[in-house]
């Protein structure tokens, strides 16, 4: 809603108070000491009364224009939201609901028991692809801020998608203790889009992903054992490195990519708060003991 700008009843009384000292100083009537004294005295009150009032109207001005802005720009957002809701809905989704159909449509057909289980999986990472969509479509018309849902408690389900696709996937995820939230998701979308790449580069390949702790960093790391025989490479748009590379970067965080033995390996190497404060905090016991 957009604000609105009221009148202080501060700056009411205080106008109110100017009017009445202004008043005084003109009809009363004194003799002696007193008659220089209280024109003194009133003219000093009106005049103090009348600054305080003058800048007590500006910070006032200046609160109502800060908030002002804030309401545009949070009105910015929202709209921009909104038309990527739109661009999702009759782009993506149409796709999406299209490849779903059609993947159902084909039950009835004879067809080889592999390609049959192919395209139920396709119908249902459709289904599920158009059930995300719908709720992230939800997200971005409403006014409620954007949170992230990868979590380290995805591994096993990210590794179980991979594999549908015909990846060996070798998942290994080590002690790390607790992790903040911002580097669980940035986790999570490493592993993500490392077997993301790797379905479409290597094929049915094997993927190694392991997940460990090395001192106040999470290192993450998806190395495939190179393409199949005779798979041929299917590159993305090149969206998904750039974006994961600025995610970890924000992190404090740096991504890397290389060929490795013919392979291709996937590191992201994440600073983690949560293990510094952790750290931070053992430092602190640990100080007096020293002492004694």
């Known amino acids: 809603m957009k604000p609105r700008r009221t009148l ?3 700056l009411i009384v205080a106008a109110v108070t100017c009017a009445v000292l202004a008043t005084a100083m003109c009809t009363v009537g004194v003799s002696g000491p007193l008659a220089r004294v209280l024109p003194a005295v009133i003219v000093g009150g009106a005049v103090g009364a009348a600054v305080w009032t003058v800048r007590r109207a500006r910070a006032d001005r200046a609160d109502y224009e800060a908030r002002l ?3 545009a720009a949070s009105e910015a957002v929202l709209a921009e939201r909104l038309h990527i809701a739109r661009d999702l809905h009759d782009i ?7 490849i779903t159909v059609r993947a159902a449509a084909t039950r009835h057909l004879p067809k080889p028991p592999e390609v049959a289980e192919a395209l139920t999986d396709i119908e ?3 289904r599920q692809a158009t059930a995300e969509l719908r709720r992230m479509l939800g997200v971005l018309r409403s006014a409620a801020p954007l949170t992230p849902v990868d979590s380290l408690d995805d591994l096993a389900s990210i590794a179980a998608d991979a594999e549908r696709t015909g990846l060996r996937v070798d998942l290994d995820v080590g002690e790390v203790a607790t992790v903040s939230r911002g580097v669980q998701v940035a986790v999570a979308r490493t592993v993500r889009e490392g077997l993301a790449n790797a379905a479409r ?3 049915p390949s094997d993927v190694r992903v392991r997940v460990h702790r090395d001192g106040a960093h999470v290192v993450v790391t998806v190395a495939d054992a190179g393409p199949a025989p005779g798979w041929r490479a299917t590159p993305g748009a090149g969206h998904g490195l750039a974006g994961l ?3 970890v970067g924000n992190l404090g965080g740096a991504l ?3 060929e490795v033995d013919g392979g291709f390996r996937l590191t992201a190497r994440i600073p983690d708060p949560a293990a510094s404060d952790r750290a931070g905090r ?3 016991t640990d100080i007096p003991d020293a002492a004694v």
């Open 8 to 10: 202080s009843p501060a």
């Open 69 to 71: 802005t804030a309401w």
């Open 92 to 98: 993506v989704s149409h796709g999406l609901g299209l």
């Open 124 to 126: 249902e990472a459709g």
């Open 201 to 203: 580069h290597a094929g």
């Open 245 to 247: 590379r600025e995610r």
């Open 256 to 258: 890397s990519a290389t």
């Open 282 to 284: 053992s430092d602190s």
